[in-house]
């Protein structure tokens, strides 16, 4: 049976491609070459986004849930309010289609969060959440300035996800190759949002938010040593705070764990762009990240309940893929 939940997955729904075909400005689609303001030109596979092919590789790595967003490197969020609600249009109406295996996180224009449509967009069952890019979320001062669409989010209970948002164009550095913006800046994005939700104190700001941070934070929760060397505090563990096993590997998992522990560690693939996590630490870490952790952050189940079957949600049942 294909249990464990994936958190941090891609996928473009024929809409959304299709509008990122029509556009003129970054970002833009020129057949399957994506264009965006910071980036080099990228060749996009289109079996990437092959909806029924998503589906067997994640039945194959045992994934019976898997939660899509909108690549916030593209900028889409950031655009002016009607070009952006266009393209979010195209991918909300494009992920209410999927099939049942998958649910989405919502994302909104960011200049200017309508609660009244966020709200709408949260009450589907469709929606787990809100994705914000990270780069909106650099400092303490941010993280306040989000607080209408955060703060709505604990009424709803449901959790916010950071995601690295798109790297900006600095042509003062010259040529860099093209895995320069995932490994460098959307690495250093992770760590100041990481950075900025613990500086404004972020549990005190929403004290019943559930936050999922992309790729480990970029591995900030392993310098919290250097944050105490310095003059911070001593790391607390939040268990509401959670970071994703999305573009590493077990050295740097293992680093993870021995900082935070395992209850916070929660599967993310960032499909298609890498693979679900298959085992880490034995069998009982193993489904902790796979099953237990990705559940409590999306239903908020606490104790024992969150080491139940992953397709539960306030009494709801999530659709099983065959």
Same mark, same amino acid.
């Given at each position: ?58 039945? /194959?790595? %045992?994934?019976? =849930? ?11 969020? @950031? +655009? *002016? &309010? ?117 500086? /404004?104190? %972020?549990?005190? =700001? ?11 934070? @970029? +591995? *900030? &929760? ?101």
């Amino acid at each position: 049976m294909a249990s464990a939940v994936d958190v941090h997955q891609h996928v473009w729904p024929e809409p959304l491609v299709d509008r990122l075909r029509a556009r003129s400005r970054t970002p833009y689609l020129r057949g399957w070459t994506l264009h965006t303001a910071g980036e080099p030109a990228y060749d996009v596979d289109p079996a990437h986004h092959a909806v029924a092919k998503r589906l067997t590789e994640d039945l /194959a790595a %045992g994934v019976g =849930l898997a939660c899509v967003s909108l690549s916030a490197p593209l900028g889409v969020e @950031g +655009l *002016a &309010p009607r070009e952006a609600q266009e393209l979010l249009a195209a991918w909300h109406d494009g992920v209410q289609v999927l099939p049942g295996h998958f649910r989405c996180w919502a994302s909104v224009p960011i200049g200017e969060v309508d609660p009244v449509e966020l709200d709408g967009l949260l009450a589907l069952d469709r929606y787990v959440g809100l994705q914000m890019p990270a780069t909106e979320l650099l400092t303490p001062a941010a993280w306040e300035r989000a607080g209408d669409a955060l703060g709505l989010l604990e009424r709803v209970g449901k959790p916010l996800f950071v995601h690295p948002g798109p790297e900006p164009a600095q042509p003062v550095t010259g040529e860099l190759p093209g895995w320069w913006a995932p490994v460098v800046g959307y690495v250093a994005q992770m760590q100041a949002a990481w950075w900025g939700w613990h500086a /404004a104190g %972020g549990r005190s =700001l929403f004290p019943r938010l559930r936050v999922l941070f992309a790729a480990g934070a @970029g +591995l *900030a &929760p392993v310098h919290h040593e250097r944050h105490v060397a310095r003059g911070g505090r001593p790391l607390t563990i939040d268990r509401d705070v959670f970071v994703d096993t999305s573009s590493y590997g077990p050295q740097a998992l293992d680093a993870l764990v021995r900082v935070l522990g395992i209850d916070v560690i929660a599967l993310g693939s960032d499909r298609p762009y890498g693979a679900p996590l298959e085992r880490l630490l034995g069998e009982a870490a193993t489904h902790a990240i796979r099953t237990a952790n990705p559940n409590r952050l999306l239903t908020g189940a606490a104790g024992a309940e969150a080491t139940q079957e992953p397709d539960t949600m306030k009494g709801r049942t999530w659709p099983r893929a065959s």
